[in-house]
């Protein structure tokens, strides 16, 4: 019997290893641990691959959530939509500062909320919202601007999990997925698009003055030493972490089209089996695949998943349940206008598989022929 996890981490550092080692032992050699080079290094080359203006390096996605919504000219009280299908982070900074999630419903065809779903959460106290880049594929951004510039709405992207995808306007334009709000922000965690051996993340924004201040607040409100002129957080990309990712970078778009050349292989595989719902690539966007989620219809979810786990595949559920419905969140009330029927309905459909640049081919066609074997 094959095993197929998830991911492998340390097949991924094997694939550049010399390179890796190379850059790191010179980082710890330098002594230079905090900031420094190859921090720098990083930025720049980030700032180079997104074309975005101004690139802030931080801790992590979750800071970058946190120091995106301090920057940004909200206050207590006010209200940020925020896609219920999702990971916690944005929901949980909107928390902490005070401000009020809203939460909202994503579409099956993409797993993103489009401009209908935010538009359905609008109050008069509505002041931003955050579109979740869910999965590798990035929001339909033309839409959502319209919407929250007739709303006077500010627009944070979460582009966690889908940095490198491309988004074409409809007068053609080609964007990268983070540089289209008004912040976007990246993480770095191992199995992202750019994985560092650690934590890491990033902001990205165009405006010089939210630049300014998203530095500043990442670093204790100071821009010079000792001169605290805001309360801000002590939010580092870690040295060792950019000597990693300086390196790692260089192979983003290689590993892209890797993923989405086996996203193509199942794809091809699962065409004829009725009983799945397949991911659905946008005409006007460029999928990243982080994740190959598929909806399984049925109600046979969780019996798919046992018959792959007993074959040795690992599979995932992203996510078990919907942000409205965690314990954590129970204060924050929906308003009248935004169900979230798909949200309530996601959570026992859908099914991760193994997808990741270096799984091996052997290894996937396994896994699309338990899958096959499941269904005849
Ligand atoms: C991973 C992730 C984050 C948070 O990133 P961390 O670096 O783990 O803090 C935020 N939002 C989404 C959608 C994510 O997938």
């Known amino acids: 019997m094959i095993k197929v996890g998830m991911n492998n981490l340390s097949i991924a550092y094997q694939a550049h290893e010399k390179e890796l080692n190379k850059s790191l032992f010179n980082c710890i050699k330098s002594g230079q641990y905090i900031m420094g080079e190859e921090v720098q290094l990083f930025t720049q080359s980030l700032q180079d691959y997104t074309q975005s203006p101004y690139v802030i390096p931080c801790a992590n996605g979750t800071d970058a959530l946190q120091l995106a ?21 944005a929901a949980e900074a909107a928390c902490l500062l005070k401000l009020i999630p809203r939460f909202v419903d994503v579409d099956e065809s993409d797993f993103n909320s489009h401009a209908k779903h935010f538009k359905a959460a609008i109050t008069p106290k509505t002041k931003a919202l955050v579109a979740v880049h869910l999965f590798g594929q990035c ?20 582009n966690a999990q889908s940095l490198g995808c491309r988004y074409k306007t409809a007068n053609g334009l080609e964007k990268i997925s983070g540089t289209i709000g008004d912040i976007g922000i990246l993480s770095f965690f191992p199995t992202k698009n750019l994985g560092a051996m650690g ?11 939210l630049a300014n201040r998203l530095r500043m607040l990442a670093s204790h409100g100071q821009q010079t ?12 990309l870690d040295t060792l972490q950019a000597a ?5 970078i260089g192979y983003l778009n290689e590993e892209l089209e890797i993923r989405r050349f086996l996203a193509q292989r199942y794809i091809k ?33 969780d019996i798919l998943q046992n018959y792959l786990r007993d074959a040795g595949i690992a599979t ?16 924050y009330k929906l308003t009248r206008n935004n169900r979230l029927e798909t949200s309530h309905i996601l959570p026992s459909k859908v099914l991760s598989l193994p997808l990741y640049p270096y799984l091996k081919i052997k290894e996937q066609d396994y896994v699309i022929e338990k899958i096959l074997d499941f269904y005849n």
């Open 139 to 158: 929001c339909d951004m033309e839409e959502i601007l319209q919407l929250a510039k007739t709303y006077n709405l500010f627009v944070i992207e979460d």
């Open 199 to 209: 934590d890491g993340g990033a902001l990205l924004t165009s405006d010089a003055s």
């Open 244 to 248: 990693i990712l300086n390196i790692k």
């Open 225 to 236: 030493r000792y001169r605290h002129e805001i309360i801000g957080m002590n939010s580092r």
């Open 69 to 89: 919504m301090m920057a940004l000219p909200l206050h207590p009280g006010d209200e940020v939509l925020i896609p219920a299908f999702n990971y916690i982070a």
């Open 316 to 331: 995932m559920i992203y996510y078990p349940e919907s942000l409205d419905r965690q314990p954590a969140f129970a204060d």
């Open 269 to 301: 595989a699962f065409s004829e089996i009725k009983e799945l719902r397949l991911p659905i690539e946008r005409s006007n966007t460029w999928h990243t695949y982080n994740q190959f989620t598929i909806i399984v219809q049925n109600d046979k979810r």
